[in-house]
């Protein structure tokens, strides 16, 4: 699915160095990684994420690599923390970024990418994306009088998880006075569960008098044009507006974004954003980007609540049984010959008896058994079994596999 959205694939080491991760994250990344010395004496971790990474190996082709760069990564991640629900020690994650690309063009791509992947995994009308700006978040807590914006953004990012005496309390510590509660108060709740792409533009003028000051005219704009081109794909109805989406990573500069369940307790599944100046902190050329990351554990809980998860394993098309051990040569000729011909196929490994053959079939759910034996071998066909029905026939080796 990446490749058929123009994504092309980047492996990046599972260990590195632990001073990559302080440069992004400062002195305390310590708390939340597997870090250790190796046999050299060198301090490395194993990776926590993987942008860092990312962004240290486009800066040593960066003068090689044509932009725009669009990269997708299927790492194995850990992370030092307690084990919760949709969280693990252990997990897989796939990244989708794009580099060289410093309008939403490449904001929207990412979206819409990760938005066919989801509902190719059958995750349909089970998410939706929350989109925010950074700069419009930092004009509207200016707007509100707010001295100390990371307080204010922390504010924001907790609002839904705690009271509303208790979000006040925390807009008041960023330096938010009476009257900027009660027009941020009065802004948020319009905006609920998330502004529609549809009305995104009238929920907007709210802000032209008085006028935001910088950068939100900025931010709002480039808001405008992402939910414009949203539209345009038929995507509006999975992305909404919701100012308190601001993402707690500092790197993050203008668009953010996260991915939430529908139903339920609309929790985060994943997010990202833009990193427009990571790329410089790990000495490459400046260079804009964007990306997310979408988790394995979460998505297996949004799958499994809406009872979407896969049952297992899929299920083998045929397998080949020998009717006797003399045969069991011929059984692999033909699972060899099915696989090669995109036929999903198996054969026994053991020497088991010929019933022993036909139970494993059925555990194993193949559609249908292909008996090869002296029998079959002397009239010069092989002996299908439909494995649902029970149904038999013989057929001539040029009707097993499909035709060219």
Partial sequence: MAHRCGFQELETPSVESLDLFRVKSGGDIEEQVWAFDDKGGREVA???????????????????????????????????????????????????DILGVPGIE???????????????????????FRVNDRQLAEAMGLAAGARDLLLFFHALDRRS???????????????????????????LSAAGAGVPAAEVGSFFTRWTEPPLPAPGPEGLARLKALFARVE????????????????????YTTTVFECYAKKGDLRALF????YDHLIELFGGPPTPACGLAIGDQTLELLLRGAGRWPAGESPLDTYVIAATPDFASEAASWVQRLRVAGIAADSDLMARSMSRQLREAARRHARRALIVGPQEAARGVVLERDLTSGAQRELRPDEVLPPA
């Fill in 46 to 96: 194993l990776i926590p994420e993987t942008t860092p990474g990312l962004a240290r190996v486009y800066a040593e082709r960066a003068k090689s690599e044509p932009l725009p760069v669009k990269w997708v990564t299927f790492s194995k991640l850990w992370r030092y923390e307690e084990p919760q629900a949709g969280r693990t020690r252990e997990f897989s994650q796939v990244n989708f």
């Fill in 161 to 187: 998880k705690v009271t509303e005496r208790e979000f006040v309390v925390e807009l008041q510590r960023s330096g938010v006075g009476p009257e900027g509660v009660t027009a941020l108060s009065e802004t």
């Fill in 271 to 274: 997010g990202g954003g833009r």
């Fill in 106 to 128: 490449a904001d929207v791509e990412v979206l819409a990418t990760s938005a066919l992947a989801l509902d190719e995994v059958g995750a349909e009308g089970l998410y939706a």
């Fill in 232 to 251: 345009k794909l038929g995507l509006g109805d999975r992305v909404v507006f919701d100012p308190t989406v601001v993402r707690g990573l500092a790197y």
